[in-house]
């Protein structure tokens, strides 16, 4: 089914999805260093992934040593998952997380081929609060790039996890992280005659799901808010569709306006405040844009056509969208308030659903040719 991954909000929408206070300092200042390991995400060709050692977090007691472990493996995971770092493998490890406490011995990490590694410490608190020490290393050039200090209730460990992978990810690429983030998707289940479908939520490594939505109406294309707790999804009343907006903290659901034909297709303009979408008009489906504060509408694109899929790009000054008025179903391009759409997708097939890239150089899309499925960019 259709998920979306939300992109990394401003540091307020990120402390509001946070049930609980997640604080971080810098725990030590890095030195400067020449030379340090970098990868250029944006550049061309391709470089084999960076060698990284994650040692388990050494802990203050039993219970904060699993923690700490826990939150070592969190950490590996996410960043073998971009496809930039390969974790060693732990067994290769010469120092244990207690020596590491004292001293880094680099030459031991030089031996087993590691480019970069992290090292950290947990203590439990009182209250249920950890609080969680990691520091990032240059092998190589035998001093610390980054380093940080988290306090946290203790059931918020992977989210301090995903924090930490964000900080090294950030600190190597230049690039902000995307590990503290969630997908909202639909699940499906059920026989086959008779399948549910649920708005659900869930961390972007697959942990924590939660479903929003009973299931007793058909659900589809969750988006998430770039600035609030929010989703606008499609959905099915008396076999109608309809626009609404979930407030994940409250529960909240609603109709976004009153239309008298049927809206699909919602997404978030970048600032959270409007949402474009389709809405049929005689025998076409036309962009309308809405206003969430004044619920006044814009109708964005006017023909007899098909327009659907709208998605903006991240400065809010484009809009590109999928449309057959061409005679085949091809991607096209506007500015945001409208007018002057020019076709941007010219190979053969059916093209659809484009998103833009959070750096704004790139369009995702999905093409239906020979009868098969494809996903691209451009």
Same mark, same amino acid.
């Given at each position: 089914?259709?998920?979306?991954?939300?992109?990394?909000?401003?540091?307020?929408?990120?402390?509001?999805?946070?049930?609980?206070?997640?604080?971080?300092?810098?725990?030590?200042?890095?030195?400067?260093?020449?030379?340090?390991?970098?990868?250029? *995400?944006?550049?061309?060709?391709?470089?084999?992934?960076?060698?990284?050692?994650?040692?388990?977090?050494?802990?203050?007691?039993?219970?904060?040593?699993?923690?700490?472990?826990?939150?070592?493996?969190?950490?590996?995971?996410?960043? #073998?998952?971009?496809?930039? %770092?390969?974790?060693?493998?732990?067994?290769?490890?010469?120092?244990?997380?207690?020596?590491?406490?004292?001293?880094?011995? %680099?030459?031991?990490? @030089?031996?087993?081929?590691?480019? &970069?590694?992290?090292?950290?410490?947990?203590?439990?608190?009182?209250?249920?609060?950890? $609080? &969680?020490? %990691?520091?990032?290393?240059?092998?190589?050039?035998?001093?610390?790039?980054? +380093? $940080?200090?988290?306090?946290?209730?203790?059931?918020?460990?992977? @989210? *301090?996890?995903?924090?930490?992978?964000?900080?090294?990810?950030?600190?190597?690429?230049? #690039?902000?992280?995307?590990?503290?983030?969630?997908?909202? %998707?639909?699940?499906?289940?059920?026989?086959?005659?008779?399948?549910?479908?649920?708005?659900?939520?869930?961390?972007?490594? +697959?942990?924590?799901?939660?479903?929003?939505?009973? +299931?007793?109406?058909? &659900?589809?294309?969750? $988006?998430?808010?770039?600035?609030?707790?929010?989703?606008?999804?499609?959905?099915? =009343?008396?076999? @109608?569709? $309809?626009?609404?907006?979930?407030?994940?903290?409250?529960?909240?659901?609603?109709? &976004?306006?009153?239309?008298?034909?049927?809206?699909?297709?919602?997404? =978030?303009?970048?600032?959270?405040?409007?949402?474009?979408?389709?809405?049929?008009?005689?025998?076409?489906?036309?962009?309308?844009?809405?206003?969430?504060?004044?619920?006044?509408?814009?109708?964005?694109?006017?023909?007899?056509?098909?327009?659907?899929?709208?998605? =903006?790009?991240?400065?809010?000054?484009?809009?590109?969208?999928?449309?057959?008025?061409?005679?085949?179903?091809?991607?096209?391009?506007?500015?945001?308030?409208?007018? +002057?759409?020019?076709?941007?997708?010219?190979?053969?097939?059916?093209?659809?659903?484009?998103?833009?890239?959070?750096?704004?150089?790139?369009?995702?899309?999905?093409?239906?040719?020979?009868?098969?499925?494809?996903?691209?960019?451009?």
């Amino acid at each position: 089914m259709i998920a979306t991954l939300r992109n990394r909000a401003s540091g307020m929408v990120r402390q509001a999805a946070f049930a609980a206070a997640l604080t971080a300092g810098l725990a030590l200042a890095a030195g400067s260093v020449t030379a340090e390991p970098t990868i250029d *995400v944006g550049g061309a060709g391709s470089r084999d992934p960076m060698k990284i050692a994650v040692t388990d977090f050494h802990g203050s007691d039993s219970q904060a040593s699993k923690y700490g472990a826990d939150i070592a493996g969190v950490i590996a995971a996410d960043l #073998e998952r971009s496809g930039l %770092f390969a974790p060693i493998n732990k067994d290769a490890f010469i120092q244990k997380p207690e020596e590491l406490q004292k001293t880094v011995r %680099f030459q031991d990490w @030089r031996l087993i081929g590691s480019e &970069v590694m992290v090292t950290g410490s947990v203590k439990t608190e009182g209250n249920g609060q950890l $609080r &969680v020490e %990691f520091r990032l290393w240059d092998v190589g050039g035998e001093s610390q790039m980054v +380093g $940080r200090a988290y306090e946290s209730p203790a059931s918020n460990w992977r @989210r *301090v996890a995903h924090n930490i992978a964000d900080a090294i990810y950030e600190r190597i690429t230049g #690039e902000k992280g995307y590990f503290d983030s969630r997908v909202v %998707f639909v699940a499906e289940s059920g026989p086959p005659t008779r399948r549910v479908k649920r708005l659900a939520i869930m961390d972007q490594d +697959g942990a924590n799901v939660k479903f929003l939505t009973t +299931g007793a109406e058909l &659900v589809l294309t969750p $988006r998430f808010s770039p600035s609030t707790q929010e989703i606008t999804y499609l959905s099915y =009343f008396n076999n @109608r569709p $309809r626009v609404y907006l979930l407030n994940i903290d409250t529960g909240r659901q609603e109709v &976004v306006g009153d239309f008298p034909g049927m809206t699909f297709a919602p997404r =978030f303009s970048p600032d959270g405040n409007r949402v474009a979408m389709s809405m049929t008009t005689g025998g076409g489906a036309n962009i309308y844009l809405m206003d969430l504060r004044s619920r006044q509408s814009v109708q964005l694109t006017n023909s007899p056509a098909i327009d659907t899929s709208p998605s =903006f790009s991240p400065d809010g000054s484009q809009i590109v969208f999928e449309s057959d008025r061409g005679g085949s179903q091809q991607l096209y391009l506007m500015g945001a308030s409208g007018g +002057g759409a020019s076709r941007i997708s010219q190979g053969d097939g059916r093209y659809a659903t484009p998103v833009w890239s959070p750096r704004g150089d790139m369009i995702a899309f999905t093409k239906m040719t020979g009868g098969r499925f494809y996903i691209g960019v451009m």
